[in-house]
């Protein structure tokens, strides 16, 4: 709901009121095997209608073993993804627009490629009544950008469209 909103849907960072202390949030998971993510993120309010957000992203794993076209060990490397961006968010009474770009970076044993990508999101406030308080409708889309390439191979950013209510 917060400076998190960053990485998610980047209107919902209007959800901070103009009177709000800026807000940080950092977060750690271990996901599936030896899959790691982390977060820190910073959100502040901008005069009475926008919110600025700023954040880093990464994810790892543990060494894996590489092999070559013979199917023989050609040693280990760790991949690794990271991503830092900004975002802003404006509200027009209850409905939020927002923006970002960000920035990728991809390692694969001895291939990196950088892109860039741009995500935008909308979020209407207080939409309906349910149960025993209001429902906030948004979507967004995430991931639109050019291809990231690693060594002679490019491939396509993960489109990633999103709607949900909270």
Not at 42 to 64: D, E, K, M, V
Not at 92 to 116: E, Q
Request: include cysteine; proline fraction near 6%.
């Amino acid at each position: 709901q917060g400076s998190e909103a960053l990485f998610q849907n980047p209107a919902a960072l209007g959800r901070l009121e103009p009177e709000s202390a800026s807000e940080v949030s950092v977060g750690y998971a271990a996901l599936l095997e030896t899959s790691y993510q982390g977060f820190a993120a910073y959100a502040r309010p901008l005069g009475r209608n926008g919110t600025l957000g700023a954040g880093f992203l990464h994810i790892s794993q543990s060494a894996q073993t590489g092999y070559n076209a013979l199917g023989d060990e050609s040693g280990r490397f760790t991949p690794l993804d990271l991503a830092v961006g900004a975002a802003y968010a404006h509200r027009w009474g209850g409905v939020m627009l927002g923006a970002g770009l960000k920035l990728i970076r991809s390692c694969l044993a001895d291939l990196s490629g950088m892109t860039a990508a741009e995500d935008f999101g909308v979020l209407f406030r207080h939409a309906a009544d349910m149960g025993e308080g209001p429902l906030d409708i948004g979507a967004s889309v995430s991931n639109l950008g050019p291809p990231l390439k690693l060594g002679e191979t490019a491939d396509p950013l993960p489109l990633r469209p999103r709607a949900g209510g909270l």
